[in-house]
């Protein structure tokens, strides 16, 4: 199985932007995590972060045929991008939505995922390890 963890604007400053909302771990913290992760539930992992809309658009297309499942935050994306979800919804590849913060909890403009249109599953809230729920929700519904 192959997974794409996709992390949209910002993403590339955790541990610098806004700790008490999003924890001290650092991008390369996570995607180290990601990897191990990874390793353990015996699954290859593609990582990838860009702060530009039509750059993780490209990335989702470029997944069809060759990707498993995605696991997304698209950070400000979600509340925002239609393009975002229709690419995923173009390539139909199994995707989770993960946010570190419980954005359902924060301001109003955030309650809005255009992204969760196409998604399975949302995980909001349980910091960096929402990923690692996420690379095992798409790996159980693989083998199931």
Not at 76 to 105: F, Q, R
């Amino acid at each position: 199985m192959k997974i794409l963890v996709i992390n949209g604007p910002n993403l590339n400053m955790l541990g610098i932007r806004e700790p008490n909302i999003y924890g001290r771990t650092t991008y390369t913290d996570l995607c180290r995590l990601i990897g191990d992760h990874a390793r353990r539930i015996g699954v290859d992992v593609e990582l990838y972060q860009s702060n530009h809309e039509g750059d993780l658009v490209d990335r989702i297309q470029e997944a069809y045929d060759r990707i498993d499942g995605i696991v997304i935050n698209p950070g400000a994306y979600t509340h925002t991008s239609v393009a975002i979800l229709d690419a995923l919804k173009a390539v139909s590849i199994p995707t989770v939505e993960v946010h570190i913060s419980e954005v359902d909890k924060r301001e109003e403009f955030r309650q809005i995922s255009y992204v969760r249109l196409a998604c399975f599953a949302t995980i909001t809230g349980h910091g960096v390890n929402g990923y690692l729920e996420a690379m095992d929700m798409l790996r159980e519904r693989y083998a199931g």
